[in-house]
């Protein structure tokens, strides 16, 4: 029995450290976004600050730009992940089994890169400035660097949805490769003697296995690229800011007053996020009560 609980009891002290810090954190932005800022004035709760956000257009094209940025790395980070998992499952049911493992790990490099390291590499490389310009420029094809198309530092968020999801993707792998590793050869001959293929396994078996280790990484990465800040701070645009660098930017300005709104801004993130995870929780258990 203790072997049992005891993985879970090693990482019972981290997992009440880290819930702590992010409840304690959460209910002190809550309060503070609720215009509370001491226990004397408990009673003057207002939702002032969430009513002159909803109100600012600089908060609504943030609060967009931010989820179709989310939306559109999730997704590709999602299509990327599931076709490179799909190549790892021809290998290992085909000639080159002996390989899979092997590029399994090849795939898994990036993930020792923190997120810093991307946002540079892809800065170096797709800056105006940076390496494919000055090749261009050396060749030839473009006459000076204002040529080169706007690719880090642009409205549209294209060098942070890059970043995202050469990040990502080794991670939805490393999600989904456990369901290729249960697949055994008597699958494949039972599917050749019924008459049908290796591509119809996965798709009629193998596919419907993916599904619930997919949605989620698509959860975990969109909670994340939704409300992360290095990524967006570096390679973003100063208007439309991303929602995390709008509110930490709102947060360090000098004027006070503007810190609850920066609270309010984070409290709105979560609840988005949790938002997101219920409605995928809701889809998938309305699925299970028609299944059953």
Request: proline letters at 4%; charged letters at 15%; a positive charge.
């Amino acid at each position: 029995m203790f072997q049992k609980i005891r993985p879970y009891l090693l990482v019972l002290p981290a997992l009440i450290v880290t819930m702590v810090l992010f409840v304690s954190g959460l209910i002190q932005g809550l309060i503070q976004s609720l215009g509370i800022t001491s226990i004397c004035n408990i009673g003057d709760i207002t939702l002032d600050y969430y009513h002159e956000l909803f109100r600012s257009t600089e908060f609504c094209l943030s609060f967009c730009i931010t989820f179709k940025v989310a939306i559109i790395s999730t997704v590709l980070s999602a299509l990327i992940g599931t076709f490179i998992v799909y190549l790892l499952y021809i290998m290992k049911t085909g000639v080159f089994y002996k390989f899979a493992s092997k590029f399994k790990l090849l795939i898994q490099i990036p993930m020792l890169f923190p997120y810093l390291v991307y946002a540079y590499i892809i800065l170096l490389i797709f800056n105006r400035s940076g390496w494919i310009s000055s090749i261009l420029f050396k060749l030839g094809i473009i006459s000076s660097a204002n040529e080169f198309p706007v690719i880090v530092n642009d409205e549209f968020g294209i060098g942070i949805i890059v970043t995202y999801v050469l990040k990502t993707t080794p991670f939805i792998v490393l999600m989904l490769y456990p369901v290729i590793l249960k697949v055994e050869s008597s699958w494949l001959e039972l599917t050749y003697m019924l008459g049908g293929s290796r591509n119809e396994l996965f798709k009629k078996v193998i596919l419907k296995m993916l599904v619930n280790p997919l949605k989620t990484s698509c959860f975990i990465i969109f909670a994340y690229t939704f409300a992360e800040f290095e990524i967006p701070f570096l390679l973003g645009v100063t208007y439309p800011k991303m929602i995390s660098v709008y509110s930490y930017q709102m947060y360090m300005n000098s004027d006070l007053i503007e810190r609850p709104k920066a609270f309010a801004i984070n409290v709105v993130v979560v609840l988005v996020i949790i938002g997101v995870g219920y409605i995928l929780n809701h889809l998938s258990m309305r699925k299970w009560r028609k299944i059953k």
